[in-house]
């Protein structure tokens, strides 16, 4: 029979605790150099400041003004999780306050991030937890028991997400990682990372970043002709 009203689907395989392991110590701005897929809009920031967290991504999507089935899913979820909610396209009402916050924090979930806003931002500070939303708003949403998704694919800030996904979320944004880009994410990022560190030494050493990246050759080069 055809789930009309809700979609509900098993947890996905967590993401290798070693692959994890790796992912933490990379960031975003990092893997923005040379990957593509997966970032989320910028319009969607972290509630709590110097946050970075890494998890095994489960999906939701709900729509408008009701968030039943976020009350639902959250005691599916467990250690290690990170809930990506879809609104549907919803900017209105926040789904996540205090309370879906208290129940994430006691299950031990990673973190969340809505594509939409918060409300409650106080008692996600109490609660120390990774938060991510497009911004606080005072208009919540009810249960009514009209519908949604649990593990479907979803759209989160522009960003198609399966559940299953590795996810990097920092100061600078969020990043979904497809299972089977990761290892080469992670092997492309800890190269860039250690150029990168090598490089921000020269540059206090007194060399010119210009020089560094070949900037300044490039503009040479087009002045000369």
Request: glycine share 12%; proline share 6%.
């Amino acid at each position: 029979m055809t789930q009309l009203t809700y979609k509900i689907n098993p947890m996905p395989e967590p993401i290798a605790a070693d692959k994890l392991e790796r992912l933490a110590k990379l960031e975003t701005a990092t893997l923005g150099h040379f990957y593509h897929f997966g970032f989320v809009s910028p319009a969607i920031s972290p509630v709590l400041p110097s946050k970075t967290v890494v998890g095994t991504v489960c999906t939701l999507a709900i729509p408008g003004l009701d968030s039943t089935l976020l009350h639902h899913c959250l005691a599916q979820m467990g250690p290690g999780y990170f809930l990506a909610v879809d609104r549907l396209g919803d900017r209105k009402y926040a789904c996540w306050g205090g309370g879906v916050t208290r129940m994430a924090a006691s299950m031990k979930i990673a973190g969340g991030c809505v594509d939409g806003p918060h409300t409650d931002t106080a008692e996600i500070r109490e609660q120390d937890f990774p938060m991510w939303s497009r911004g606080a708003s005072p208009v919540t949403t009810r249960l009514y028991n009209t519908g949604g998704g649990f593990n479907i694919p979803v759209s989160v800030g522009g960003a198609a997400v399966l559940p299953g996904y590795a996810v990097l979320a920092d100061e600078c944004g969020v990043l979904f990682i497809a299972p089977e880009d990761l290892d080469t994410v992670l092997e492309a990022g800890e190269t860039k990372t250690a150029s990168g560190l090598k490089n921000e030494a020269r540059v206090s050493a007194g060399e010119r970043l210009g020089d560094l990246s070949g900037a300044t050759r490039m503009i040479e080069d087009t002045l000369a002709t």
